[in-house]
T-cell receptor, first 112, second 114 residues
Framework: GEDVEQSLFLSVREGDSSVINCTYTDSSSTYLYWYKQEPGAGLQLLTY?????DMKQDQRLTVLLNKKDKHLSLRIADTQTGDSAIYLC????????????FGSGTQLTVLP | SAVISQKPSRDICQRGTSLTIQCQVD?????MFWYRQQPGQSLTLIATANQGSEATYESGFVIDKFPISRPNLTFSTLTVSNMSPEDSSIYLC???????????FGDGTRLSIL
């Protein structure tokens, strides 16, 4: 299928905010997801947003959705060294199984 | 959310052999999926595991290479057959408890073929 696009790398200083961006492809996606993948581990679901929402906040995480531009972002406030990981954006694909189409992931590095 | 256990967590295998990966969930789930993550790449869906019937494979994946079983609503296996070095990847099991719930993933199986 078409590509969900993300920047490959992002570096921030500890305590700063991180913003990870994603451009998705399917305008009829019902849910959009952010997963975190640490070295040697599987995928951890961080948060998700329903397509009829523009914003969702969950503690240090804020998700913004721009349906017109098919743009999704994840903001991490007060970024900590433990936030260093790969962050993957995923869209649901239209169809009965609601399969996921993943981006390539953004490697977030938090510098002390 | 469901607790997903995958076995083995990692393995090193010889070319031409086969390996079966198990995925056990602590509660009944509607949907189970198998993904592959090749080195440095994102996840690609291999197939949807259907309870009591043949799995639904994505383009580029075939049953002879990746046979899948799902005997009940909490368990599935993926076999990687006749392995070659190109099969070296992380294989991940994923579940969705019902239609509108998000997908959760196991910790994956890191497979290396010599």
């Amino acid at each position: 299928g078409e590509d969900v696009e993300q920047s490959l790398f992002l570096s921030v200083r500890e305590g700063d905010s991180s913003v990870i961006n994603c451009t998705y492809t399917d305008s009829s996606s019902t849910y959009l997801y952010w997963y975190k993948q640490e070295p040697g581990a599987g995928l951890q679901l961080l948060t998700y947003i329903f397509s009829n929402m523009d914003m969702k906040q969950d503690q240090r995480l804020t998700v913004l959705l721009n349906k017109k531009d098919k743009h999704l972002s994840l903001r991490i406030a007060d970024t900590q060294t433990g936030d260093s990981a790969i962050y993957l954006c995923a869209e649901t694909i239209s169809g009965s199984a609601r399969q996921l189409n993943f981006g390539s992931g953004t490697q977030l590095t938090v510098l002390p | 959310s469901a607790v997903i256990s995958q076995k083995p967590s990692r393995d090193i295998c010889q070319r031409g052999t086969s390996l079966t990966i198990q995925c056990q969930v602590d509660s009944q789930v509607t949907m189970m999926f198998w993904y592959r993550q090749q080195p440095g790449q994102s996840l690609t869906l291999i197939a949807t595991a259907n309870q009591g019937s043949e799995a639904t494979y994505e383009s580029g994946f075939v049953i002879d290479k990746f046979p899948i079983s799902r005997p009940n609503l909490t368990f599935s296996t993926l076999t990687v057959s006749n392995m070659s070095p190109e099969d070296s990847s992380i294989y991940l099991c994923s579940v969705r408890q019902s239609g509108n719930q998000p997908q959760h993933f196991g910790d994956g199986t890191r497979l290396s073929i010599l």
